[in-house]
């Protein structure tokens, strides 16, 4: 199989869980900046809801096929999905608090969280290095565990690729998938 330079770009802790997300279904490609996942997802048969508030990063989306584009500021902004349902969401390096419990009420069930982003101990290779940026340990198992939501995998720790730094990463599972890891 070829590696195309975009899937390259990609996260392969996104590539790798994508394909538990029911077939065809719609997702959220939340604070997608220019689309890189957005890209991938619809490549791989997904209807997708990408949004951001960066327009010169969503311009890069104008012609994607099979993505919706979203100009939306998720922190100062209202929340643009309530009574909205995804079968995926799909989240990488972006955390903020405040917006969680509308996030995490924005999957379907049946549907799969794709989620990966910084953690304390990031400080030292850089940014972010704000806390209020950075999850604790195990903090985004505590998020899925309060709603009785499976794990079908997590990780923490350090990483050099794309660049050195601590990370988590979660996928998991709103009801029963048909999805096979």
Partial sequence: ??????????SAWVRRFLRLIPEGAEVLDLACGA???ARLLAAAGYRVEAVDRDAQALAALHDA??????????EAAAWPYHGR???GIVVTNYLFRPRLDELLAALAEPGVLIYETFMVGNERFGRPSNPDFLLRSQ???AWVRQRGWRVLAFEEGSVDLPKPAMVQRLCAARGAIAGRL
């Fill in 1 to 10: 199989m070829t590696v195309s330079c975009a899937e390259s770009a990609t």
């Fill in 35 to 37: 689309g890189r996942h």
């Fill in 65 to 74: 096929e099979g993505v919706n584009v979203r100009q939306a500021d998720l």
């Fill in 85 to 87: 349902l995804f079968a």
């Fill in 139 to 141: 903090e985004m198992l």
